[in-house]
Antibody
Framework: QVQLQESGPGLVKSSQTLSLTCTVF??????????WTWIRQPAGKGLEWIGR???????NYSPSLHSRVTMSLDMSRNQFSLRLDSVTAADTAVYFC????????????WGQGSLVTVSS | QSALTQPPSVSAAPGQKVTISCSGS????????ISWYLQLPGTAPKLLIY???KRSSGIPDRFSGSKSGTSATLGITGLQTGDEADYYC???????????FGTGTKVTVL
């Protein structure tokens, strides 16, 4: 059973860069069978898909965040990462990493989430 | 950028049935598989239904999914207090090249 765990700073200053890492246990980020995905959820609001990365390095990003997002893989550490530039208070949210199947794009395993607060 | 519309809330008494609708378009629900996710208070979402109507591991048959055209429906029968949660639909949008979630529905057991 695969497990995912987010890690990173809980507080980021406005205009700076948010960086989070997701460590995968019981599975491999080098597997060609899955996409590795980031999702976020502001307090009291719904889920927002941020983007995904594939083992070969291919990425898809949300059109609304595309200009500020970069995702990467570290196969040696079995991790994938999110970088969000020029953050504002609107980027304050719980950030989830998840595994997505290739064919039907099902988010079948999720991390527990990491709260990131953007301060002024 | 929610592209899928769900009712904000549904409610019913214990033992009763509720249905949650998810409305989209031809570029998302109309041409891709739909999934449903359950989010209990203070926890991460969990996969409930995938490939339109298949239950994820460990999910009881009280939960069912269906899809028709550009809409999908989640049904919950024999409602229990433990079913009180937020439910989200989700699917790939081929026009956006992005995954889209529904707006979310809160289920309340009266």
């Amino acid at each position: 059973q695969v497990q995912l765990q987010e890690s990173g700073p809980g507080l980021v200053k406005s205009s700076q860069t948010l960086s989070l890492t997701c460590t995968v246990f019981g599975g491999s980020v080098s597997s060609g069978n899955y996409y590795w995905t980031w999702i976020r959820q502001p307090a009291g609001k719904g889920l927002e898909w941020i983007g995904r990365i594939y083992a070969h390095g291919n990425t898809n990003y949300s059109p609304s965040l595309h200009s500020r997002v970069t995702m990467s893989l570290d196969m040696s550490r079995n991790q994938f990462s999110l970088r969000l530039d020029s953050v504002t208070a609107a980027d304050t949210a719980v950030y989830f990493c998840a595994r997505s199947t290739i064919y039907a794009v099902t988010l079948d395993s999720w991390g527990q989430g990491s709260l990131v607060t953007v301060s002024s | 950028q929610s592209a899928l519309t769900q009712p904000p809330s549904v409610s019913a008494a214990p033992g009763q049935k509720v249905t949650i609708s998810c409305s989209g378009s031809g570029s998302n629900i109309g041409s891709n598989y739909i999934s449903w996710y359950l989010q209990l208070p203070g926890t991460a979402p969990k996969l409930l239904i995938y490939d339109n109507n298949k239950r994820s591991s460990g999910i009881p048959d009280r939960f069912s999914g269906s899809k028709s055209g550009t809409s999908a429906t989640l049904g919950i029968t024999g409602l229990q207090t433990g079913d009180e949660a937020d439910y989200y639909c989700g699917t790939w949008d081929s026009s956006l090249s992005a995954y889209v979630f529904g707006t979310g529905t809160k289920v309340t057991v009266l």
